[in-house]
């Protein structure tokens, strides 16, 4: 696998090796040991899949606080995805900055979510599927959120969205609780 590190420390677009012959190709798509070599939680606790069967489908921002933070590995497996990752880290000089990928069946590349990085999603075909194994169970009562549209962010989501669930649409904005409000 090839590690890329995003210009949000620890987060990395992780691509596949091919090993390439007449049958196609075979790559490997996680190994827990290279991600220990590189310092990251390998997201071994849960895989998680999701369809969504209309384009514009957004999902998220979503992460867990302490004492169980997840370490996220994202891919998608049928279509293609928008996958935007927000730096929840107080401490981090890249707090509150986002990043955002496409990533595609096609193009076989999947994101390392750290630790304290919210992420979501946009489904950008009908019918896409997005895959991630995720480092620690879901736990309720932990779980945060960022709406997908805070002026805060401003994230520029490649499309209309077309579906998106009142969770997501409930969450706070960040300035009411970055002043206490």
Not at 34 to 53: M, R
Not at 99 to 116: C, D, F, K, R
Not at 156 to 181: A, C, F, M, Q, R
Request: glycine share 8%; charged share 20%; hydrophobic share 35%.
């Amino acid at each position: 696998m090839k590690f890329t590190e995003t210009k949000l420390k620890g987060s990395f677009l992780v691509e596949i090796e091919k090993i390439s012959d007449s049958r196609g190709f075979f790559g490997r798509i996680f190994c827990a040991q290279e991600f220990v070599e590189l310092g990251l939680k390998p997201p071994l606790a849960q895989t998680n899949l999701s369809f969504n069967p209309k384009k514009g489908t957004l999902r998220g921002l979503h992460y867990q606080i302490y004492p169980v933070t997840e370490a996220k590995l994202i891919r998608c497996s049928k279509g293609a995805i928008y996958e935007v990752i927000v730096d929840m880290r107080p401490q981090s000089p890249t707090y509150l900055s986002h990043i955002g990928v496409e990533l595609t069946a096609e193009n076989h590349q999947a994101l390392y979510v750290p630790e304290m990085f919210a992420n979501g999603y946009q489904a950008l075909t009908d019918g896409a599927e997005a895959m991630y194994q995720v480092s620690e169970c879901y736990t309720p009562g932990y779980e945060r959120g960022i709406r997908y549209d805070d002026p805060v962010l401003n994230i520029n989501w490649p499309i209309s969205v077309s579906e998106i669930s009142l969770k997501d649409t409930s969450w706070p904005l960040l300035e009411s609780v970055l002043i206490g409000g």
